[in-house]
């Protein structure tokens, strides 16, 4: 059964860099679209953006000027990279596995928090 | 950008049905769309429950009851997600999404209470 594990930094300074990997065990890495979506505290989720295992990356309007999503294949691995942050980007950071639009398996979060 | 309205809260008697709205923006019709449903409770990310775009294009998740199920009301232009018999256990906050311009939107939730 697919798991999902994430990691990176949880505490970070207004300006500076978000970075994140989710790293994918026990599945196939390709025919899926490898997500992340983010959930500030006691509110919704955020679609951030997703990337093919040929590479191909496709992200919120809102939010790609600021984006970058990698991928990994020979460590099944894929990244986020969110430039600039401010306090409206401290949330929960999910990554995700989506097959044909149903995101179906989700990392166990991290939540990043954005203070001077 | 598309934004998915739903009411904050719902509450529900156990063993009573609860219909959690999901709608949307003018100019986008839900006829067109397929509508996903996530559940998450406290703590937790959020599970795929089933997406529904028709009687004869729907999907339940893996494992998820068939008291769970979706629906449409094309006059409020409204995604509907269907509990049926609630259950203590049903108590969670409930996510609608779609696909819109290559982009997934989500609705703001609904924090459904089991009373």
């Known amino acids: 059964q697919v798991q999902l594990q994430q990691w990176g930094a949880g505490l970070l300074k207004p300006s500076e860099t978000l970075s994140l990997t989710c790293a994918v065990y026990g599945g196939s890495f390709s025919g899926y679209y490898w997500t992340w979506v983010r959930q500030p505290p006691g509110k919704g989720l955020e679609w951030i953006g997703e990337i093919r295992h040929s590479g191909s990356t496709n992200c919120n309007p809102s939010l790609k000027s600021r984006v970058t999503i990698s991928i990994d294949t020979s460590k099944n691995q894929f990244s986020l990279k969110l430039t600039s942050v401010t306090a409206a980007d401290t949330a929960v950071y999910y990554c995700?596995?989506?097959?044909?639009?149903?995101?179906?398996?989700w990392g166990q979060g991290i939540l990043v928090t954005v203070s001077s | 950008q598309a934004v998915l309205t739903q009411p904050s809260s719902l509450s529900a008697s156990p063993g009573a049905s609860a219909s959690l709205t999901c709608t949307l923006p003018g100019g986008i019709n839900v006829g067109s769309y397929t509508i996903y449903w996530y559940q998450q409770k406290p703590g937790s990310p959020p599970q795929y429950l089933l997406r529904?775009?028709?009687?004869?294009?729907?999907?339940?998740g893996s494992g998820v009851p068939s008291r769970f199920s979706g629906s449409k009301d094309a006059s409020a232009n409204a995604g509907i997600l269907v509990i049926s018999g609630v259950q203590s256990d049903d108590e969670a906050d409930y996510h609608c999404?779609?696909?819109?311009?290559?982009?997934?939107?989500f609705g703001g939730g609904t924090q459904l209470t089991v009373l």
């Open positions: 995700a596995r989506d097959l044909e639009g149903t995101i179906g398996t």
């Open positions: 529904y775009k028709s009687d004869s294009d729907k999907h339940q």
């Open positions: 999404m779609i696909w819109h311009t290559s982009a997934a939107v």
